[in-house]
């Protein structure tokens, strides 16, 4: 099973193979020649990780990306968080960073994030002289702080798994959230005060307003969004088609920059770049599956019990397997197999559950854009065109900042405790 | 762009707009009038999977799928063509026999009919779906494999003309 | 062998029961099968779970019957509203002999067959807002199931059934989008909706019944000592579960109540007024398919016939 699930996936992924039919090499390899589960076990698993309601968020808000992409939206609110930031060092950079932040507020999806940042920010960077690989690596990684700010797809699972309850998970994902978000911007300004990058010029008043005019209606966005969840109009999942409407309505009917014609072509771009994602996602479920039925995640849990750690010591432990794991894995299916598992462990410990779930998100999180395995790497990838190994390179620094972040989070239990105290 | 590409873009196209549309529809059915879309979610799910397999099958054809470019960006000629041919190769296996493994499970579950919750659609249509997708990209990767034989035929007595004629 | 058992949920009476059907296995075969439990849908969502039995990829499926009713409709005869209305009752019908006979070889033309029948839980109504009495659920948008045995007995009450995917529940109650949902009681203290709201009603339509159904043609590729041992062991399992689940309802009530939680009753004359329109409710769902009315009919005999 390792050479079908390891080393004939490692093979194919280095020859350039799509990695979903890497994913899928892997699974029918296992199927037909090494375990006796019946073979159909693999369309079945297959369909199963496409037929998932929470899913939909990844092509609706990748929609939305690129309307607000294309209808000169996004153009107008990147020109006033410029205008507002002009005097910040790498003002481009933490704009790109509070973005992130934004979009992780409206959806629980990093990588509907990273494919609508990629399509807007992506051109302005390079051209800011962030460097291709740098400013794909930022997009990545700055992806990650979505689905640790609620709304988030995987605090609702581990929720599922750990038996814990939602909105406490929502409350204790927000300051590990924002930390996250003010880590990387801090980042952002030291790399672009070392590369000597301009400021975008200094803050004048006739321009913020002439901005904030310009930007009314992208400004709105988020407050029909988010406004829209909070006053419970409609579901985290839907406020991706109410994104993708609003952006739709705004560039055909207020700025008039798009024709139908345009509207058709981004959804079908929308279309194939999600369906390029989803059936990366399918795929990994299908490899999760089988190495749950072999019992490999409860094997790793049994070792981490068995080696009875002190508290500190088994996190670093959890830490370490999760980012090991995150390169593989997509956080979806990791939490499904692996927090009922290892929360009993960590609560035997005295580790509150809540906490743990945070630690997790955020371990996870940070996997999906450590190299070489990352979905976020992928879709930043594809959306910018820039080569695998200057993307690797470009992600790493980002890679120390959030290790930083998620050592803050796994030993100051109070970041993810605190809110849910005082409510 | 051919024309059957610009017929499967403009499909796509019209399909996630459609379910942007019917998914606010249905949200805005839920709160302002308390009623939802009979079956508006299965819908959504389904139209996302037939988005996906078509997309999938569309990116293989234009080869843009999401892969690590290490090898083949560093590749040129003969042996990238050489290496197109070993990704045609692993395609076909991979997606045939995933497209058996899948003929297997529809056959079963048409016999069983079992039918969705909300709809009640027969579930081996959705799962009929992806076996049409898996068997299109095995259909799809034996007519690349036959095109890039061809190149790499075409590219190998070329590189011997060209060792001649030096 | 590995037996692969699944399930959605973790540490309630379906993994009690999953646990304790191992232990009884074992004890009989040792190991010549071994039962592997994968809770909280690790092996997948419930419908892909229900595939994966029916296909044979996953050798025991253990589920409340409303899941499975869309391989075969005569699952629901479980569900319709007013027919158990407690425990008891339940037991009554499920662990008859001759009944418990019929019912592991009633789904075998579907290549299921019953090794597990059991109670689960009684279905309630929790609500963001107070419901004490029938004219409260006017208007209340409820999260149910998309089956009309969820449907209809909420129309009946007035208020607006709204089928929803789960990960959508929790945001959608928290900010009002929806009211409330039918669930069965325990998961209201697993997933702690106290943190939502503190209201539960106790209707006393439905009780959930749950089964654990294996692949017959895995089943009947065991050895024949190997079988009998597989439905001695959910026979047994099915007795010691079902004081583990009544007491289980009994601590997902007093942790509901200890996390400041309420449960209301309607007033007696509403109750009773609402029993008799669940009953014309159930005659109308199950007339509908005359093969979940035969089934119906025999439980509502074996519930009346113990009563008396
Ligand atoms: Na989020
Ligand atoms: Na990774």
Known sequence: ?423 | MSLLHRWVRGLLGIVLLAMVLLNVANAAGRYLFAASITGADEILVFAMIFLVILGAVLALALRSHIALELLPSHLKGRSASALFVLHDLATLCIAGFAADASWQFVQRIAAINPRSMALGLPMAIPHAALLAGLAGLAALALFLLVRDLRALLRAGAEAADGGGGA | APMKLASATINDVQHQWQKLFAAELTARVGDRLDPQIFPSSQLGSIPRMAEGVLLGTIEAFTTPTAFVTTIDPRFQAFDVPGLFQDPQEVARALQDPAYRDRLETLFLDKGLRVIGAFYNSPTVVFTTRPVTALADFKGLKIRTFASPMQVKPMELLGAAPLPLALSEVVPQLQNGGIDGMLVGMPILTAFKFYDIGRDVTDLRFAEIVSVTLVNEAWFQAQPPEVRAAIVDAGRAADQAAFPWGVENVARSYAAWRDHGGLVHELPPGQQARLENEFAALAAELVAANPAVQQEYERLKALVEGGAQ
């Open chain 1, 1 to 423: 099973m390792t050479l079908t699930l390891l080393a004939l996936p490692v093979v194919l992924l280095l020859l350039g193979l799509p990695v979903f039919l890497v994913l899928l090499g892997a699974a029918v390899a296992t199927l037909f020649l090494v375990l006796p589960i019946p073979v159909p076990a693999l369309h079945q698993v297959f369909f199963g990780g496409l037929d998932n309601y929470a899913l939909l968020a990844v092509p609706f808000f990748v929609l939305a990306g690129e309307l607000m992409g294309r209808g000169g939206i996004a153009q107008r609110l990147i020109d006033w968080v410029l205008a507002l930031s002009g005097r910040v060092p790498g003002s481009l950079g933490v704009a790109t960073v509070g973005a992130s932040a934004m979009l992780g507020a409206i959806s629980g999806s990093s990588v509907a994030a990273v494919a609508s940042l990629s399509r807007t920010l992506f051109p302005r960077l390079e051209a800011a002289g962030y460097g291709r690989g740098r400013s794909a690596g930022l997009i990545a990684a700055s992806g990650a702080i979505d689905i640790v700010i609620p709304p988030s797809i995987a605090l609702i699972l581990y929720g599922l798994a750990a038996e814990q309850s939602i909105p406490r998970l929502f409350l204790a994902g927000l300051l590990p959230g924002l930390l996250l978000a003010l880590l990387m911007a801090g980042a952002v300004v030291l790399i672009a005060l070392r590369a000597g990058i301009p400021r975008s010029g200094g803050f004048d008043a006739a321009t913020v307003w002439r901005t904030t005019r310009a930007a009314f209606w992208g400004l709105l966005m988020p407050v029909v969004v988010l406004g829209g969840i909070y006053l419970g109009w409609f579901s985290p999942t839907e406020a991706g088609g109410v994104a993708s409407l609003y952006a739709m309505l705004v560039a055909r009917y207020v700025y008039r920059s798009m024709g139908w014609g345009a509207i058709l072509q981004a959804a079908a771009d929308a279309a194939i770049l999600s369906a390029k994602i989803l059936v990366i996602v399918a795929a990994a479920g299908l490899v999760t599956w089988i190495l749950t039925t072999q019992g490999v995640p409860q094997a790793i849990s049994a070792w981490m019990q068995s080696l009875a750690l002190a508290p500190w010591a088994f996190l670093v432990g959890v830490n370490l397997v999760l980012l090991l794991v995150g390169c593989i894995l997509d956080p979806t299916s990791a939490i499904l197999v692996l927090a009922p598992l290892l929360v009993p462990v960590a609560v035997a410990l005295g580790i509150d559950p809540i906490h743990f779930g945070v630690v997790m998100t955020v371990n996870l999180a940070i996997g999906m854009f450590t190299p070489p395995f990352g979905l976020n790497l992928f879709v930043a990838q594809t959306a910018t065109g820039v080569a695998a190994h200057r993307l690797y390179l470009g992600v790493l620094p980002f890679v120390a900042v959030q290790v930083t972040a998620l050592l803050l989070v796994t030993y100051l239990p109070a970041l993810s405790l605190l809110l849910g105290r005082a409510i």
